[in-house]
């Protein structure tokens, strides 16, 4: 029962994920560093966030955006030092704003001393601390693509052995199953419990495990085979991550996430179980899976935006499936997604305010703890790349790569239309902080483009208007935080069967909230709410109309149940 459930600080909390390189500009070199961060935590504050989660900020090459780590213990220079990780860290906890850092442990970069001295020789101490396999018939040990597209493995002239990268070439994975690589990991993260942290986001843990058979994967139809069902849940994550729990996680008060590739709700009772053996909750990507709900160009590439249907079934089951039984994350987008508004909402300036407000509240109203990405607050919208040279992400480069230039399967203006609504740099544009060149990002040249729209939609614009997404936000935060039935409500979905109406019902105490959302850019029927007699929590339209939403309209009641 939702009333029995034990209560927990990350449950009740509202993340705010921050991409550091795109956030805000200190010194003026055109990246986003720590200082920038600590300079905007008056800003967080006042959206009434409890936690960040901050992006890989770990010393990198920076092949992956600093996903690709080449010292735990050291912050990337372009980033700033530890000193000013320590100002962050103390400015935050002075305005009662927890700190998640990024636990990248899957794999690290081919320049971190490990992987270094492990490449040096077959005898070398550290050549067990990553997966090295012999060539099969002169050519890879098996067929696996990586996610950023080619083969998954790397040869290496040295040794005559492949090593296998389940992403980019320089992200090698680590061995788990040496003891002494788990040794090394458990120590990195208590180093880091031991400064203050307040939790890991934990990248693709989900993957740390790999069948030991490392046989070849179905056939995906462009010469490579699909490696998921060998990496993703494997044979031992478990056993991994509970050891993890009682070395580490179990000894300090952390929010722990996973960001779980390939999981499936039973998998998700597992890693998020309610007696606390492993991680707090889990990401799951299948309501971002746009390949699975529309026509795909090719792999994850589609032009076609998600249906309500798909995206309410998918996030229906995952609240009825983990009720009573683990803890759910609640998100639209991230640094690896779109922009939510793009995506899931309609970004035209006629309608991206109230649909960016209806998407809020339908996530923020549902069971589970939800995640704002930086931006999102005020409605930042998806990019529009005109050459795959605007373009830095490392797939999307790898994708025109392979799919454009090596197969032609894609032709370029096809390829670039998937990147205009899927790709990762849409989420990575800078944080457009008012009207300023750059949009005050940056006094300098910025990383990567600036959104042109950032002269209306900004930071500046939205504080100085009472109506903006940016205060939407700001109440539906307050209201976490004062009605206990929006964190520990149970779950009950209404209207399953339309086609232009998001709704359902929270349950708990006696007490009944009852959220409709309008999905359309049209009116729709509706007389959920008006049935009631309760206290309208929020909506995003001044003035209603009786037995309709209007366009992207939503409404959220609640009252006692006379039942």
Known sequence: MAEQEKRAWWKEAVIYQIYPRSFADSNGDGIGDLNGVTEHLDYLARLGIDVIWLSPVYRSPNDDNGYDISDYRNIMEEFGTMEDFDRLLAAAHERHIRVVMDLVVNHTSDEHPWFMESRQSKENPYRDY?????????????NWESWFSGSAWQFDERTGQYYLHCFSRKQPDLNWENPTVREEVFDLMDWWCRKGIDGFRMDVISMISKDQAFPDGPDKGDGF???????????????YLQEMNRRVLSRYDLLTVGEAAGVTVEEAKKYANAEGTELGMVFHFEHTDGAANSDAVIGKWTVTPPRLSYVRRILNKW?????????????????????AVSRFGNDSPKWREKSAEMLATVLHMQKGTPYIYQGEEIGMTNMRFHSVHDCADLEEKNAWQQYVVEQGVVDEKTMLDCF?????????????????????FTTGSAWLAVNPNYKTINVKAALADPHSIFYYYQRLIQLRH???????????????DSEEIYAYERVMDGQILTVAANWTDHEAACQLVEATKGEMLITNYAEHKPGVLQPYEVQVVLYDDKD
Request: glycine share 8%.
């Open 420 to 440: 205009n609504h899927v790709a990762r740099d849409n989420a990575r544009t800078p944080m457009q902080w008012d009207d300023t060149e750059n949009a005050g």
């Open 319 to 339: 609240q009825t499936e983990l009720e009573g039984k683990a803890w759910g994350s609640l998100y639209w987008d991230n640094h690896d997604q779109p922009r």
């Open 130 to 142: 990553y997966i090295w396999k012999d060539p099969k018939d002169g050519r890879e040990p098996n």
């Open 482 to 496: 004062t009605h206990p039935i929006i964190v520990y409500g149970r779950f009950r979905p209404l209207l399953e």
């Open 225 to 239: 085979g699909d490696m998921a069902p060998y990496v993703c849940n494997g044979p031992r994550v478990h056993e």
